[in-house]
Structure formats: structure tokens, C-alpha cells
């Protein structure tokens, strides 16, 4: 195993060309995968791409969820919620809810109705 020499950044002489320094290769996978991000307009490589922001509230779509199309609420405080996508047309329908007030959830379905085309999209390219 070759040891790096922090005290400079680099790596002890003799070691080779081809070896690549940790930190370099943390910013080129970083690098790699926010220009992915801006590409597809949600984060491909997570468990659970964010799609929208509604306020503090994620909107969500699982990668190994299942059809018919929907999405999934997060907000910090535990609040959690489903809507139907009914995808391409509409119309948005809410599923199950649970710590979220009513106006909020008037207010969220509305923001996702509004953008229905661009979420749809998003599942498409999620789930196939």
C-alpha cells in the first residue's frame, strides 16, 4: 500500500503516473455526477431522486417503487404524503396523507399539477 505524503499533497516518488490522488478522484465523481444531475434535472444517483422542492417539502419518486405513477411527500418534521400522478393528463390525486394540514395539501397539489408534464417525465426516465 502506498503511503501519501500529506505534508505536500503528492504522492512519494517512484510511485507511478497512473496512480490517482483520493481527493482527485472524489472531485472527478463529483464532478461526473452533477453534470448527470443538471442533465436528467433530478439526482439519478440517489435512492430517492428529489423531483420538486414545494416550500421545505421534497417531492420524491422512489427508483424501485412501483406503477401506476405517483409521488411522495418528505418534509422534515415527518410529514409524509402520496399523490397519484395519473399520468399524462391528470388529474393529481392525493392517496394518503399524514401530518400535513389541509391548505397545505391544497397548496402541494396544485404546485404538482402545475408541473404534471415535466414530473411525469421524471418517472418515466426513473422507472421506464
Known sequence: MQK????????????????????????AVQTAKKKLDRYLGFSALSSVPTVLTIRNVRVVIYANDHPPAHVHLIR???????????????????????GFRLAEIVDIGSTIATELTAVCVKWRAIHG
Open 4 to 27: 501519501i505524503n500529506r505534508s505536500r499533497g503528492r504522492l512519494p516518488a517512484g510511485t507511478g503516473r497512473n496512480l490517482v490522488h483520493p481527493a482527485q478522484e472524489i472531485a
Open 76 to 98: 422534515r418534521d415527518g410529514a409524509r404524503a402520496k399523490f397519484a400522478l395519473n399520468c399524462p393528463q391528470g388529474p393529481v390525486m392525493l392517496v394518503e396523507q399524514i
